[in-house]
């Protein structure tokens, strides 16, 4: 690569909007501020002139997949880079990878697929959601392959990955989810956060579960010091105020600089009105956005699949084919951005923040999220309503 690119517009930083900010980039971030401190006059000359928003490339935490293939039925990296490119091509230039509960066999298998897809660097990262969740509150999880926490598979797997696997969702209530020779031991000792969440939990269990992960996470901060909890309010027992769950021992600790909390923000799992009264609540620090996209996002309705369930997606809705429950989302993460920003729910630079730099943190990654020098060169393009005009990967236009 010769000359670094120079893009001249309203920068989102994570601070302000710098109405006539630059950036200068080639595989990384050379330069970024306001254009009249940071551009030479050559640069000035050269710069190409942004009519709507230069943001940092997005950063996806969870995600099954887009573009009509998803990770927990990849056989092959080649499907896993159809959904990859989907989610690339509207912004997210990290992403992590999420499967569902499957057999061992399966696991371990997609846990390899993946893991060379990490190596490649097209992926951040792999999520596995279950399979040691409660049946109860098991949303798309298919039921049949539900087990009970298990430490020696729970190793196996963080092995297979070798320093990929990012989380691993799992019900605090079941026996081994938390405390010594837990699941959740041998995933922080092996570099990975667990992802409370799919959880039909009474209130002790959650705060158990929380202390201990907080606890351990004090000694040994492999990637984040926070865990995280999957999707709020989605797959979790709802809020009660005589019966009320896990949500709130969730949102305390959050709002205690505890956990990290995801958040499905595009407008069908969860209320964009919520959304904005957590956002109010718990601020930007204890959120994250993330997509739990699957195969259909990008892709017109109809049939899909999504591990080894059948799934219909009706008005952009996807849903189990057997059953009713919501089964993943639709929308790439710039959508949820766009939704919350131009309904005047969370301001912009906070909408851009949880949904890069949190995700950024959970990674434990500090080369991306943001675009301050040193950043990779990963940064999107937006027009004015934030629909997504450019994006460059490691300086390279996608
Ligand atoms: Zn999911």
Same mark, same amino acid.
Request: proline share 5%; aromatic share 4%; hydrophobic share 40%.
């Given at each position: 690569?010769?000359?670094?690119?120079?893009?001249?517009?309203?920068?989102?930083?994570?601070?302000?909007?710098?109405?006539?900010?630059?950036?200068?980039?080639?595989?990384?971030?050379?330069?970024?501020?306001?254009?009249?401190?940071?551009?030479?006059?050559?640069?000035?000359?050269?710069?190409?002139?942004?009519?709507?928003?230069?943001?940092?490339?997005?950063?996806?935490?969870?995600?099954?997949?887009?573009?009509?293939?998803?990770?927990?039925?990849?056989?092959?990296?080649?499907?896993?880079?159809?959904?990859?490119?989907?989610?690339?091509?509207?912004?997210?230039?990290?992403?992590?990878?999420?499967?569902?509960?499957?057999?061992?066999?399966?696991?371990?298998?997609?846990?390899?697929?993946?893991?060379?897809?990490?190596?490649?660097?097209?992926?951040?990262?792999?999520?596995?959601?279950?399979?040691?969740?409660?049946?109860?509150?098991?949303?798309?999880?298919?039921?049949?392959?539900?087990?009970?926490?298990?430490?020696?598979?729970?190793?196996?797997?963080?092995?297979?990955?070798?320093?990929y696997c990012v989380t691993m969702t799992l019900a605090p209530?079941? &026996?081994?989810? *938390?405390?010594? +020779?837990?699941? /959740?031991?041998?995933?922080?000792? %092996?570099? !990975?956060?667990?992802?409370? =969440?799919?959880?039909?939990?009474?209130?002790?269990?959650?705060?158990?579960?929380?202390?201990?992960?907080?606890?351990?996470?004090?000694?040994?901060?492999?990637?984040?010091?926070?865990a995280t909890a999957t999707h709020l309010f989605n797959g979790?027992?709802?809020?009660?105020?005589?019966?009320?769950?896990?949500?709130?021992?969730?949102?305390?600790?959050?709002?205690?600089?505890?956990?990290?909390?995801?958040?499905?923000?595009?407008?069908?799992?969860?209320?964009?009105?919520?959304?904005?009264?957590?956002?109010?609540?718990?601020?930007?620090?204890?959120?994250?956005?993330?997509?739990?996209?699957?195969?259909?996002?990008?892709?017109? &309705?109809?049939? *899909?699949?999504? +591990?080894?369930? /059948?799934?219909?997606?009706?008005? %952009?809705? !996807?849903?189990?084919?057997? =059953?009713?429950?919501?089964?993943?989302?639709?929308?790439?993460?710039?959508?949820?951005?766009?939704?919350?920003?131009?309904?005047?729910?969370?301001?912009?630079?906070?909408?851009?923040?949880?949904?890069?730099?949190?995700?950024?943190?959970?990674?434990?990654?500090?080369?991306?999220?943001?675009?301050?020098?040193?950043?990779?060169?990963?940064?999107?393009?937006?027009?004015?309503?934030?629909?997504?005009?450019?994006?460059?990967?490691?300086?390279?236009?996608?």
């Open positions: 690569m010769n000359t670094p690119i120079v893009l001249r517009g309203k920068l989102v930083t994570d601070t302000e909007i710098i109405d006539d900010g630059a950036v200068v980039f080639d595989e990384e971030v050379k330069k970024s501020g306001r254009a009249s401190e940071v551009l030479t006059e050559a640069e000035a000359a050269q710069a190409k002139t942004v009519e709507g928003y230069i943001l940092p490339g997005l950063v996806d935490v969870h995600c099954h997949g887009g573009g009509g293939e998803s990770f927990p039925n990849s056989e092959t990296t080649d499907q896993a880079r159809v959904a990859i490119m989907e989610h690339r091509k509207h912004g997210t230039t990290t992403l992590v990878a999420s499967g569902v509960t499957a057999s061992a066999d399966v696991l371990r298998e997609r846990a390899k697929t993946l893991t060379e897809l990490c190596k490649e660097g097209e992926l951040a990262g792999i999520h596995f959601e279950g399979p040691f969740v409660s049946v109860e509150r098991r949303g798309a999880q298919d039921a049949t392959y539900i087990i009970d926490p298990d430490p020696a598979l729970t190793q196996e797997l963080i092995d297979l990955c070798e320093g209530e079941k &026996d081994r989810a *938390y405390g010594e +020779g837990s699941v /959740a031991e041998v995933l922080i000792e %092996g570099g !990975a956060l667990p992802s409370w =969440g799919h959880t039909d939990s009474s209130p002790e269990h959650v705060r158990e579960a929380l202390k201990y992960s907080r606890k351990k996470l004090e000694q040994i901060a492999p990637r984040s010091p926070k979790m027992r709802p809020i009660h105020h005589r019966d009320p769950g896990p949500v709130p021992e969730f949102v305390a600790d959050a709002a205690q600089d505890g956990a990290i909390l995801e958040l499905i923000a595009d407008g069908i799992h969860v209320a964009p009105d919520m959304v904005r009264a957590v956002y109010e609540t718990i601020g930007r620090d204890a959120l994250v956005f993330v997509t739990d996209a699957m195969a259909a996002a990008g892709m017109p &309705d109809g049939s *899909y699949q999504l +591990g080894p369930q /059948a799934v219909t997606v009706k008005d %952009g809705v !996807a849903r189990l084919t057997n =059953g009713n429950s919501i089964a993943g989302g639709t929308s790439h993460l710039l959508d949820q951005v766009r939704l919350l920003v131009n309904g005047g729910y969370v301001p912009l630079v906070d909408a851009v923040y949880m949904a890069t730099k949190q995700g950024a943190d959970i990674l434990g990654d500090t080369t991306v999220g943001h675009l301050r020098p040193g950043a990779k060169g990963d940064v999107l393009v937006t027009d004015k309503e934030l629909n997504p005009e450019a994006v460059y990967r490691r300086g390279e236009l996608v």
